[in-house]
């Protein structure tokens, strides 16, 4: 027993240490295609890895993807059908489709640059600018910006924010595929205002967060019978306690989050405990599996 651990202790100190190990990100943001391996989300959404992912075509009869020299275009087989899905439904509301952000990397990931979460390839980034047009040019998708959405106060949207925005964000949060999706804290207040009473369930699904007022980012379920892959916790039921989060706590991103409530004098609040970047995890800190998606052809 104490040789074993004896062995154990001195097998610790010869590991490389942390530090010296190569973050996960330059190994995946590294990656130019995606593994030729079956389709799997592997961890959770900020967290891991994807395998046989699919590039979505650069331009489709309703999207352009945008911002193509950053290669994050790639997704889950299921991620690629709803862009489709949604970009066709956006042609019913006015728009010509839609422009398409950030997806994932080709093996999914952290990301030295941006996002936390895009690692497992069911997360998507849709621009809040209406397409004008379906044939920009490779260099027009790296100069076109988006457009926000929110008053500069950050409490209200702005003229920007049209009912067909709304339209189409009640349609994606309808798509049984999504497990929620994020915008700036003012276009949920505007789209609890404008929902009917007898529908509003699928609100629910529309969180508010920070940031999101030039995008809106779609999060699709686990894909069913992927066991790899990390359901959210906690769930849009539990966050809004069953019913459909136009409530305070929807409220206090347009109040104290803003104006923060001041903290007695001579008391300064506790300091948050340092918690690592995605863009620092090493390899051992993602699925073992990662590796062999990194290793795969
Ligand atoms: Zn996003």
Redo the contacts with the bound molecule.
Sequence with gaps: MARILIGLILGLALAVPAAAQPPASALFGAQKTASNQPPAAIGTYAKGCAAGLVQLPESGPTWQAMRLSRNRNWGHPETIAFIRRLSAEATRFGWRGLYV??ISQPRGGPMTSG?A??QIGL???IWMLPPARLNLSRAERESISSISVRSEDQRRVNGNFTRSHAAILRAAAMDRSVDRI?VTPPVKIEMCRQATRADRAWLQKIRPLYG?NT?F?VRLKCPPGERSCETQRPTVADLSGGGDGCDETLTWWVTDYLDPPKTRPGKKPDPAPKKSHPRDYTMADLPAQCRNVLAAN
Excluded: K, T
């Design positions: 952000g950030d996002h979460s895009h997360d998507v980034d994020f999101h995008h980012h």
